[in-house]
């Protein structure tokens, strides 16, 4: 069973300051897709990474597969409290099912 | 616009009424998805479909059934609900090996 392990849990920040969620297995996956979800909302897609060492930005957003393809990042840079939800990374291997990160509800404060 | 339609939003209902709950595709994707998701956790996957085939995961009750009757839609039936089966339920769908796409989703309060 694949484990993904997500951190902070939870992060409090004021409008304007940098973050960076962690996203670690110890497995290997083809793909990993970032979430965000709001509160009342589904999950809505961010970003999939397919390649080691991957680095994909949208906007303020930057989001790194680790090398080895078990670890990824996503590092936010002047949060505003538009960002504010619950951030999941999920990972797949080829067909098997997708597992779910433990989440990380992030708080930007205005 | 292609996309993934929970209904209702919002459901309530009594303790051990049946309910059904509805998602609807436009994205054409061959595997659809149902998930339990509680207060900021995880979303927990019930079962999928790909295609007609179902797959149930191994620990999610008996309690929960589901129909797929066509490739656009798929239901989840809670036959009995309890109180620990308010949640939100959310419906996802993909190409084969590809990323999820979600629905909204559907809050479920049992009184």
């Known amino acids: 069973t694949q484990l993904l392990e997500q951190s902070p849990q939870f992060l409090s920040i004021q409008e304007g300051e940098n973050l960076t969620v962690y996203c670690n297995s110890s497995s290997v996956f083809s793909s990993l897709q970032w979430y965000r979800q709001e509160p009342g909302e589904g999950p809505v897609l961010l970003v999939t990474?397919?390649?080691?060492?991957e680095v994909k930005k949208l906007k303020r957003l930057t989001f790194q597969f680790g090398d080895a393809r078990k670890d990824s990042s996503l590092h936010i840079t002047a949060a505003q409290p538009g960002d504010t939800g619950l951030y999941l990374c999920a990972g797949a291997v080829g067909y098997q099912k997708v597992t779910f990160g433990t989440g990380t509800k992030l708080q930007v404060i205005p | 616009d292609a996309m993934v339609i929970q209904n209702p939003r919002y459901q309530v209902t009594q303790f051990g009424k049946p309910v059904t709950l509805s998602c609807s595709q436009t994205?054409?994707?061959?595997?659809m998805y149902w998930y339990q998701q509680k207060s900021s956790q995880a979303p927990k996957l019930l079962f999928h479909?790909?295609?007609?085939?179902?797959?149930n995961e191994a620990d999610t009750p008996d309690n929960f059934q589901s129909r797929r009757p066509n490739t656009s839609f798929c239901f989840l039936d809670i036959r009995s609900p309890g109180l620990g089966d308010a949640a939100m339920y959310l419906c996802?769908?993909?190409?084969?090996?590809?990323?999820?796409?979600f629905g909204p989703g559907t809050r479920l309060t049992v009184l």
């Open positions: 994205l054409n994707h061959n595997v």
């Open positions: 990474v397919v390649t080691g060492g």
């Open positions: 996802a769908t993909s190409r084969l090996g590809r990323e999820q796409f």
């Open positions: 479909y790909y295609d007609k085939d179902f797959n």
